[in-house]
């Protein structure tokens, strides 16, 4: 079955700790994403990366950081500097090709708490 | 950037009821997503359109490009169709880029048995 896995499911850090989130596709897909979700709120965009060994910022990125170094993962680390961290994370993969189809397909997520 | 404003926030019907779920949108777009999210958290592409309508099984979604508006239609609605539904417009200054996608806050939709 093809799709995208996050785990952990459900993270718990104290403050002042990095802490990495995982994603994984087996989708082929060339783009991936990583957003965050907080009540009341739409989704926004950290980072993407439309090809391997490259990435972007998205409207939030300061306070994480990722990697790309293989098509199927895209690895999200929270890092201490991020203020308020607590909230759901969302991975996504999109076949990259812009002229005919940019449907995401999303993971199941990751609840990160700040204790 | 686009500015996406979905109504009503939130929404509760009796089973069967006719669902209407609304999204308006400030900038022209290339496309328009309406996604599905369970309780559990995962997130379902249910539609892309970039202009009239389009129909799978119970839903419906439809767009007027001139009034920047969708809307997404549940008929014969069921307690299984909880969910919130969300908006999401590409706008064409982002020239379809990853960058390029506005989410809405969602609809949270109950249907009661």
């Known amino acids: 079955d093809g799709g995208i896995t996050q785990s952990p499911k459900y993270l718990f850090r104290k403050e002042g700790q990095n802490v990495t989130l995982s994603c994984e596709q087996n989708l082929n897909h060339d783009a991936m994403y990583w957003y965050r979700q907080d009540p009341g709120q739409g989704l926004r965009l950290i980072y993407y990366s439309q090809i391997v060994n490259d990435f972007q910022k998205g409207d939030i990125a300061e306070g994480y950081s990722v990697s790309r170094e293989k098509k199927e993962s895209f690895p999200l680390t929270v890092t201490s500097a991020q203020k308020n961290p607590t909230a759901f994370y969302l991975c996504a993969s999109s076949i990259a090709d812009r002229e005919y189809s940019d449907t995401q397909y999303f993971g199941p997520g990751t609840r990160l708490t700040v204790l | ?113």
């Open chain 2, 1 to 113: 950037k686009n500015e996406v404003e979905q109504s009503p926030q939130n929404l509760t019907a009796q089973e069967g009821e006719f669902i209407t779920i609304n999204c308006s949108y400030s900038v022209g777009i290339s496309a328009l997503h309406w996604l599905q999210q369970h309780p559990g958290g995962g997130i379902v592409s249910l539609f892309m359109l970039s202009s009239g309508k389009k129909k799978h099984g119970r839903l419906i979604a439809t767009i007027n490009i001139q009034e920047k508006h969708s809307s997404l239609h549940i008929t014969a609605s069921h307690p299984r169709d909880s969910a919130v539904y969300i908006c999401a417009v590409r706008s064409f200054y982002s020239g379809g880029g990853a960058d390029g996608l506005t989410f809405g806050k969602g609809t949270h939709l109950i249907i009661q048995p």
